[in-house]
Every structure is written in structure tokens, then in C-alpha cells.
């Protein structure tokens, strides 16, 4: 990936720096969003810089301020001069059991899930043309087996794996679109959902017996990436066969 440039959103940690790190390693250079995480995001950029000088730089955003979504590829280009790839990381995560379901609610799940990774697919598809770049949602496996007590936050990510196989065909020849849709990795922060109780029974429906590291999914986004010229509209579950227990 010499000379290409990726934007990932919701870059500065956890699963985002991981991808970060991996398509960095492949010699992309990369443009790290954040919201409200900057030290991360400093630190990360920091990090990268130091291995490459200036292939790395960051932007803050809120995304679900759909009008600002066009500023950050515009940011991104002119930084690095051209845009490759948009890697549509970041999302919000926590329950949403009927009775107890908001506005509020919908309006951030859906928009951090669903709304700003169309807007802002949008806003990157004219220079991902130019590129013949592609784009990679980050999905879920629960937008196929939902998950208790989180409904708006199913139906969003239920979304945007329709959204990917959308846009495979709308970007088509020019940009490849695609999606990973993460199992068990590592656990939310600051989500009680997920006691040790719930951990351990999760950890039973994972026929490799095991939870998932950032690393796993940010391998399959760079091979999505750089290595997937004939692979568009696909949805790659890296869930260790969870997907598939019965």
C-alpha cells in the first residue's frame, strides 16, 4: 500500500488503532479521527510518525454531524494530496431494551452506525474514484443473529451491512466495497452487559474457544484493502465460528 492513504474513523484505539497500526505497517499513510479521544490520537500519530516520518496525521470530529462529514475527506486530501481508502470504524455500543428505548438513542446509534458511514462514503466516492480505492465497513455479526436488549443498535449495524452490499453496486467499477463483521473481540469499555458470567457463556458458543484480538480484524481489513481486487459487496465474519454455532 506505498503511497496510498487510508481515513479511519474512530482511529485513536481498540479495534480503530489496530487497523490503524496494519495498514500503516503495509506503507499506507494514514489519517486517524477521533471525537473526544485526543491524547490517543496524538499518541498514535506520534507513534506512526516516528517510523515514517509524516505518514500519519489526525482530525477531530463529531460524526454525527452529518454537514462536517465532507470536511474530513477534504481534510485528508489535503494533508496527504489524495484519498484511497475510508475504513468506517467508529461506532457507539450499548443497550437499548424495549420500554427503555429513546430518540436519543436511535439518533446516536443509527447516526455513528449507519448515518455517518453513508454520509461520509458519500463525500469520499469522488476522489475514491479517481483512486479506484475502496471502502471497508466495520459491521457486526449480531446484524444476522441480533443480540438481547440491544435492539437500535442491531438494526443499525443490520444497516449497514445492507449499506456495503449497496454500495458495492452504486461505487462499482471504480471502488470495491466491503465489510468484517467482528465476533466476540475485545470487550466494550464500561459495558456491565458483559460480566464474567456473560463473558464465559459467550466464550461457549465460540467453536475456537476463544475471543478475538483488534489484530484479527485489522488483518482482514488490510487484506480487504490490499489484497481484494476482485472481491466486492462481501462480508467477512471474524468471529471464530461463532457465526456458525448451532
Given at each position: 500500500?506505498?503511497?496510498?492513504?487510508?481515513?479511519?474513523?474512530?482511529?485513536?484505539?481498540?479495534?480503530?488503532?489496530?487497523?490503524?497500526?496494519?495498514?500503516h505497517a503495509a506503507g499506507a499513510?494514514?489519517?486517524?479521527?477521533y471525537r473526544t479521544s485526543t491524547g490517543d490520537a496524538r499518541a498514535l500519530v506520534a507513534e506512526l510518525n516516528l517510523q515514517r516520518p509524516n505518514s500519519a496525521a489526525m482530525v477531530q470530529g463529531d460524526l454525527l454531524n452529518a454537514g462536517a462529514l465532507s470536511a474530513l475527506v477534504a481534510q485528508t486530501i489535503g494533508s496527504f494530496g489524495r484519498l484511497d481508502g475510508l475504513v468506517?470504524?467508529?461506532?457507539?455500543?450499548?443497550?437499548?431494551?424495549?420500554?427503555?428505548?429513546?430518540?436519543?438513542?436511535?439518533?446516536?446509534?443509527?447516526?455513528?452506525?449507519?448515518?455517518?458511514?453513508?454520509?461520509?462514503?458519500?463525500?469520499?466516492?469522488?476522489?475514491l474514484r479517481k483512486t479506484h480505492g475502496a471502502i471497508v465497513n466495520i459491521v457486526d455479526i449480531h446484524a444476522e443473529r441480533p443480540m438481547r436488549g440491544h435492539v437500535v443498535?442491531?438494526?443499525?449495524?443490520?444497516?449497514?451491512?445492507?449499506?456495503?452490499?449497496?454500495?458495492?453496486?452504486?461505487?462499482?467499477?471504480?471502488?470495491?466495497?466491503?465489510?468484517?463483521?467482528?465476533?466476540?473481540?475485545?470487550?466494550?469499555?464500561?459495558?456491565?452487559?458483559?460480566d464474567e458470567v456473560a463473558r464465559q457463556r459467550i466464550l461457549h458458543t465460540v467453536p475456537l474457544?476463544?475471543?478475538?484480538?483488534?489484530?484479527?480484524?485489522?488483518?482482514?481489513?488490510?487484506?480487504?484493502?490490499?489484497?481484494?481486487?476482485y472481491i466486492t459487496g462481501q462480508i467477512i465474519a471474524v468471529d471464530g465460528g461463532r457465526s456458525i454455532h448451532l
Open positions: 500500500m506505498q503511497g496510498k492513504v487510508v481515513l479511519v474513523t474512530g482511529g485513536a484505539k481498540r479495534v480503530g488503532a489496530a487497523i490503524c497500526r496494519q495498514l499513510q494514514i489519517m486517524v479521527h468506517n470504524n467508529a461506532s457507539s455500543f450499548y443497550p437499548t431494551p424495549v420500554g427503555d428505548i429513546s430518540e436519543k438513542d436511535w439518533d446516536d446509534l443509527l447516526g455513528s452506525n449507519l448515518k455517518a458511514p453513508l454520509f461520509l462514503s458519500q463525500a469520499a466516492a469522488p476522489e443498535y442491531n438494526i443499525a449495524k443490520a444497516g449497514l451491512a445492507g449499506l456495503t452490499r449497496s454500495l458495492a453496486r452504486e461505487l462499482a467499477p471504480d471502488v470495491r466495497v466491503n465489510g468484517v463483521s467482528p465476533g466476540a473481540n475485545i470487550w466494550p469499555e464500561g459495558e456491565s452487559v458483559f474457544r476463544r475471543v478475538g484480538e483488534p489484530e484479527d480484524i485489522a488483518r482482514t481489513v488490510r487484506f480487504l484493502m490490499q489484497d481484494a481486487d
